[in-house]
């Protein structure tokens, strides 16, 4: 938060200029890949330099991580990179060129059954409280679908960059791809991207355009994300473009198909309502921008941009516009603890259609959402006794009920019973929540443990627990 305040200072001093401008704070020499002094940085930094191979369907990747080690002294580490992940066949769909850490170049081993985890065994400590380098080059091929999708000339791609796996109370986070929730955890990090496509295309991204070189029939674009949770980015020359500035907010919609102006209208209107609410309530958002994009995936939140599917749905796009609280600015476990960044945001989603539509706005989303309606009746009998606490990917085929549904039913029994049924004190609650964790991570522990102290509801933490490692009747639970 510091930083956003001195630039908005930075913003009033320089008066005229345009506000959507960092410029005057960095420099494209910023973005360069060497020279770095680990010890000049508080926050993990990425930098990465990303060219798309859009003839093979390949990228290109050359960066540098400074890692801020505030953890541990590692003997040995772990990093994540998820290109290998492929729900259907490919293994070693990656191919590495080198692993440094602090310029030299290291041994390594790409373990875990999808090869998702780089092994080094240093020999050397790193030290708790010294900072240090990861630098990496290499390049990996697109699918046709799912995340890292290339259809013709449409390139999505998300979670293609390494991190030092997440170091918790628990060791080393080193689970593999859950496909199922496409579950990601990280700490924070600012972003340096130069990313380098075919001059025709556009970019949906998580950073800001500060800068951009046309040379030789290609766009080198200088992107910059403060804060980020992840970077992602889509390209295809084919998107309908739109954007509106909103409340001193640049919004902006990259569109595989040419939207009706009512559509456009509609998308705009409901990224405006969801950041009103969610401003206004819980929590000031980091970024003066905002991108949503329509294309072939069926809604995926990222840092500063979101991927919905081009069959436009009113509660996927709030949904995803959620996460920016609960997932980007404050982040958790998504693996371990689904319930807490999914269920969470899922049941404040009705919060939404209360508030643009009224209580029968919120009677239709919770009516459709809840584990108990008639539809669902055998399936709440056979999840009886089920635990919400489990590895995504452990779930199996109740992972979309028990989550999406049964922990939205979950929330809204408690507001209903413990907080008078009023879903915007609700809100209000999360503000501590934000308050306390944004621009870090935090576990349901946590969260519950705050939910309680600000609610003042002494039953909260131990009921939330009961509900969650266990499914009970919720028909006739106290
Ligand atoms: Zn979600």
Redesign the pocket.
Known sequence: MKKLIIALLFVIILGGCNMFDDRNEIDKNDFDLINHDVNDYDINTYYLDVVLDEENDKLYVTGEIIYINDKTDFNELYITLYPNADEFVSLDNVDIDYIKINGLEVEYEVVGYDYTQIHIDLEYTLEKDDNFSIEFKYNFEYWDYGRLMALGDYYLTMFFYPFLSMYDDEGWNIDPFTFHGESYYNDIGDYYVTLNVRDDFLVATSGKLLFEDNEDGRLIKYLYLEDGRDFSFSASPNYFYYEEVINERLFKIYSVRELENYEADNSFKYMEDTFNLFEEYVGEYYYDYFTLEYGYYY???SSGVVYCSADISEGTVV??V??QWF?SMIGNDQSDESFL??SL??FVSGIYFLDVYGIEGANDYYGYRTSLSERFEERYQLVLGDSLLRKVDEFEDQYGYLI?YHGVSIFKYYVDEYLGGDYYYFLELLSHYYDEYNGDTASIEEFLVLLERESGVDITKEWFELQIGEVQDLSNTP
């Open positions: 809604g995926m939140e949904h995803e959620i996460h997932y960044d999914e945001t899922t999406y």
